[in-house]
């Protein structure tokens, strides 16, 4: 769905802006997925598997994430580069049409800047909008302390465990928690 243009100063005094994605984006979307899934394990991808992304299959995305009822995606530019994105989903179905699913992810340059609280508000303002919504949900991997932090901060709190979850390149087993909060909040 197309939403508003959100505009706010990051904590360094530089300005970003909150909006949906472009065609003009694509090359800055995928250098994203590349540089964010590089920079941290807690990310779905490694970087080699990005090479399925195309400028064909970005500008679908963005299409399709545009013109979807049920879903909101948002990036974030700063200084005119993509800075990170994130999504909230509303499922349609009746039974779980109360629920919401939110996604965020920010390349390493920007954590710290307020851009993670900017985006989760305009997320919930957004989830707000949607009739029947109810609570949000996200969820996370062990050991990101980062995101589980900010995720509290929001008012999200751990609801279960997918044990074993994620298995990194070394091996080693991660579980990954679900986290949900009401949209009361």
Known sequence: MLTREVSFTLKDGRRAVLRNPREGDIPGLLDYLVRSAGESDFIMRYPEE?????????????????????????????????????????????????????????????????IGTAMFREMTEIARGWEDVTQLELEFVEGNARARALY??????????????????????????????????
Not at 93 to 105: D, G, L, T
């Open 50 to 114: 990005c090479a399925k992304y195309t400028p064909e299959g970005e500008a679908k995305w963005i299409e399709d994430n545009n013109s979807d009822e049920n879903a909101a995606v948002l990036v974030c530019e700063v200084d005119g580069k993509i800075a990170g994105n994130c999504s909230v989903h509303r499922n349609p179905m009746m039974k779980v049409r109360h629920r919401s699913f939110i996604a965020i992810a920010l390349l390493k340059e920007f954590w710290g800047q307020g």
């Open 152 to 185: 509290e901060k929001m008012g999200f709190r751990i609801v279960g465990v997918r044990p074993d979850a994620y298995r990194f390149k070394d091996g080693s087993l991660h579980n990954e928690y679900i986290m949900m909060r009401g949209l009361e909040l």
